[in-house]
């Protein structure tokens, strides 16, 4: 029986529960479609980091690069750390230092009462975020009256995403390819407009259109059904993504998936850690269920995360 190893990270504030709520789910579909899961749970949080000064050690980092086949997070953040210092080395740490450029993020319509549009069509489309460039790099200065963030667009960083874009959308079938960047504003952005004339140019059999950001956030609530495949920045997907998840039913149902062809991937509910709503059982795990379902996507498992996705979408309607 093939078994992979996954790290888990529970992490701060509701990320514990959802995740030990998600686990006895994932291994019951592992069980089924038998493979099995050597899960190994690592301490690294707001706790972990207020006792010890520790945020990710080096040693964790390369064994997390180096010995696992997937890495399966619940979420970081908590008040007690101001800055959320912890949560910028382990999570963005782990994008940056796995280079794990491709956040990917469903939103999909699981049962037409979760969306607060009137419209009835289906809503099904994938957002391409950037990973590891952007503002978040953190690069820029603070000092006296100066709060300086730096953009961050290489012509590599931008390239690769377009270009995992165009080939998930080739392979699933899909016909139409959005880029969005702020180009009219952002100098910067240019680069974006470059890269995806040429990247779209080894595409021809799919459509590639252009929405600046402002424009694409009023489309995405008025028509979200024309959506297929949306690549954009860092930031701007981090913010898309979320108003993604607010047309499907909210973060409660919102997945995502931290990822470079070929490496063990990062996998984490698109939700924070919520501290008003830890321990009080009330946050939904079906987040980190249909997190679970890329992971098993991920690992060679297409009917078992298929399986994930029933599941959910079965409970959601009864
Ligand atoms: C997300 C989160 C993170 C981000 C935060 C916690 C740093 O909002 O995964 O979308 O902005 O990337
Ligand atoms: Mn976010």
Redesign the pocket.
């Known amino acids: 029986m093939k078994r992979h190893k996954i790290a888990v990270i529970a992490g701060d504030g509701i990320g514990p529960e959802v995740i030990e709520a998600a686990i006895p789910v994932l291994e019951r579909a592992a069980a089924q479609h038998r493979f099995g899961l050597d899960l190994e749970r690592l301490p690294y949080s707001a706790d972990h980091y207020l006792k010890t000064k520790e945020t990710l050690p080096d040693h964790a980092f390369r064994h997390l690069r180096d010995d696992v086949d997937a890495i399966l997070l619940g979420a ?2 908590d008040p007690r750390v101001p800055a959320n210092e912890h ?1 910028r080395d382990i ?2 740490g782990l994008r940056f230092r796995l280079d794990l450029y491709i956040n990917f993020r469903p939103v999909q319509l699981l049962h037409p009462d979760l969306t607060p549009l009137r419209s009835d069509r289906p809503i099904d489309f994938v957002v391409f975020r950037e990973n590891t460039e952007g503002v978040y790099l953190g690069r820029g200065h603070i000092d006296q009256d100066e709060y300086v963030a730096e953009d961050v667009n290489t012509t590599k960083g931008v390239e690769r995403i377009i270009r995992a874009a165009f080939q998930w959308a080739q392979a699933h079938g899909k016909t139409r390819v959005t880029m969005s960047d702020k180009a009219n504003a952002v100098p910067a952005h240019q680069v974006w407009q470059e890269r995806f004339k040429r990247v779209a140019a080894e595409f021809p059999g799919i459509e590639a259109e252009h929405r600046y950001v402002d424009a694409l956030a009023l489309e995405l609530v008025r028509d979200p059904a024309r959506f297929q495949v949306i690549v954009t920045n860092n930031l701007f997907g ?1 913010i898309l ?1 979320d108003l993604g998840a607010a047309l499907v039913g909210g973060l409660g149902v919102a997945a ?1 998936a931290n990822l470079h062809p070929g490496r063990a991937g990062l996998f ?1 509910p ?1 939700h ?1 850690s919520a501290p008003p709503l830890a321990g009080k059982g009330v946050a939904n795990p079906m987040a980190a269920v249909l997190t679970g379902a890329l992971m098993f996507e991920q690992l060679g498992h297409r009917e078992a995360a298929r399986d994930l996705e029933r599941a959910v979408q079965q409970t959601l309607a009864a």
């Open positions: 970081l953040g949560a999570l963005l981090d993504s995502s984490e698109v924070g």
